[in-house]
C-alpha cells in the first residue's frame, strides 16, 4: 500500500483536529448544563429543607 504523501496527511490530521474540536465544545455544553442542573438542585434542596426545619420547630412533639 501506498504512503500517503503529507499534504494529505495534514488535511486528515487537520479533519481530525476540527472533528475533536467539535466534540469536545459539544461535551463542554452537556457538562456545563449538568453542573447547572446540579446547582439548581441543590438550591432546591437547600430551600426546602429550611421550610421543612421551621414546620419541624413549629410543631409541638407529642408524647406517647
Same mark, same amino acid.
Given at each position: 500500500?501506498?504512503k500517503?504523501?503529507?499534504?494529505?496527511?495534514?488535511?486528515?490530521?487537520?479533519?481530525?483536529?476540527? +472533528?475533536l474540536?467539535?466534540?469536545? +465544545?459539544?461535551?463542554?455544553?452537556?457538562?456545563?448544563?449538568?453542573?447547572?442542573r446540579?446547582?439548581?438542585?441543590?438550591?432546591?434542596?437547600a430551600?426546602?429543607?429550611?421550610?421543612?426545619d421551621?414546620?419541624?420547630?413549629?410543631? @409541638?412533639?407529642t408524647? @406517647?
Open positions: 500500500m501506498k500517503a504523501s503529507p499534504a494529505t496527511e495534514n488535511r486528515a490530521l487537520k479533519r481530525e483536529i476540527r +472533528n474540536t467539535l466534540e469536545r +465544545n459539544s461535551i463542554k455544553v452537556i457538562c456545563e448544563n449538568y453542573r447547572r446540579a446547582m439548581l438542585a441543590e438550591s432546591d434542596r430551600e426546602w429543607k429550611q421550610r421543612f421551621l414546620l419541624l420547630a413549629r410543631t @409541638p412533639e408524647k @406517647p
